[in-house]
């Protein structure tokens, strides 16, 4: 049946930022991403997935290839699931390009992260913004990661766009849950967790759900602590959450989620490796094993999935 949209969640309400697999000489691998989006929608918990994302190396895949990747996704999960194509750069043009053709490519919606880098004025990120969501049809997530982007979303900047039809939603990585419980109420997006760690205090503080990194190994459980929450039963939130808080340190705890989140999914079988493109480097041996023994006391490693 079609992924579950409603206003308050209008990209359902748990999606993870899908890593992109790739070969040993660093081509993308379409057929072991068409796996792994089936794997997590069809058996995951997911409602969607993000896709060109900073988890799916983005800075470091070029058009036709994000193009390529959505189109493969779209065929393998079709409307089971919503998909969400990163449309981030600091060049607005290009920008706007992007979302162009994750349209053709049969997106169901963009996410926009603030220009990166540059640092522009307010009055800077709101017009990137509003020319990217001028330029398809396609609804709005924007993306607040001022951790690597260096630029935030002001307050006065979150209104102004709410007002643009388009824009729906946010995904929050700022980790400042006073300014999410006031500014979704005030501005009416959809506000979606952008940090695994504090999800289950990001529902208390009004979120429609998450784009997660952990929900790579760990989406039924998310979808339970969404569930739970909704029913008003905090005890089984709580204790689903805290379940997977092993795996949401091995994925999330060095900085380094791409890398984490290939070697986890490696080690559950739904990718053949865990090769990724420079400069990001895939997690070594040393690392991998982290990574298994973060999941293993999650009690997620023996998960079998076809």
Not at 164 to 179: C, N
Request: glycine fraction near 10%; proline fraction near 5%; charge should be negative.
């Amino acid at each position: 049946m079609p992924y579950s949209r409603t206003p308050a969640r209008p990209f359902g309400a748990v999606l993870t930022a899908m890593i992109t697999p790739m070969t040993a000489d660093g081509a993308l691998d379409l057929e072991a991403a068409a796996r792994l989006a089936t794997a997590l929608v069809d058996e995951g918990g997911h409602d969607g997935l993000v896709l060109n994302g900073t988890t799916g190396e983005a800075p470091a895949t070029h058009a036709p290839e994000k193009a390529d990747l959505i189109a493969a996704v779209v065929e393998a999960v079709g409307d089971r699931a919503v998909v969400v194509a990163g449309a981030g750069s600091n060049d607005t043009l290009h920008a706007v390009r992007m979302a162009e053709q994750a349209a053709e490519a049969g997106a169901h919606g963009l996410l926009v992260v603030a220009p990166y880098y540059s640092r522009p004025s307010q009055e800077g990120v709101y017009q990137h913004v509003r020319m990217i969501a001028d330029s398809t049809e396609l609804p709005v997530m924007l993306y607040d990661v001022p951790g690597r982007t260096g630029v935030r979303f002001a307050q006065p900047t979150l209104d102004r766009l709410a007002a643009h039809e388009r824009v729906v939603a946010i995904k929050d990585a700022t980790g400042d849950l006073y300014a999410a419980a006031t500014a979704s109420e005030r501005t009416g997006l959809a506000w979606y967790c952008g940090d695994d760690a504090v999800y289950l205090a990001m529902l208390a503080h009004g979120a429609a759900g998450t784009v997660s990194v952990v929900g790579h190994v760990a989406g039924r459980q998310l979808a339970e602590v969404t569930e739970a929450f909704d029913a008003g039963d905090m005890a089984r939130a709580l204790r689903v959450f805290r379940s997977i808080a092993p795996a949401i340190d091995a994925l999330n705890g060095a900085g380094f989620q791409a890398a984490a989140a290939k070697a986890a999914v490696e080690a559950l079988g739904l990718i053949p490796n865990r090769h990724m493109r420079l400069p990001n480097v895939a997690a070594s041996d040393e690392d991998a094993a982290a990574v298994r023994a973060g999941l293993r006391a999650a009690g997620l490693l023996d998960v079998v999935r076809s």
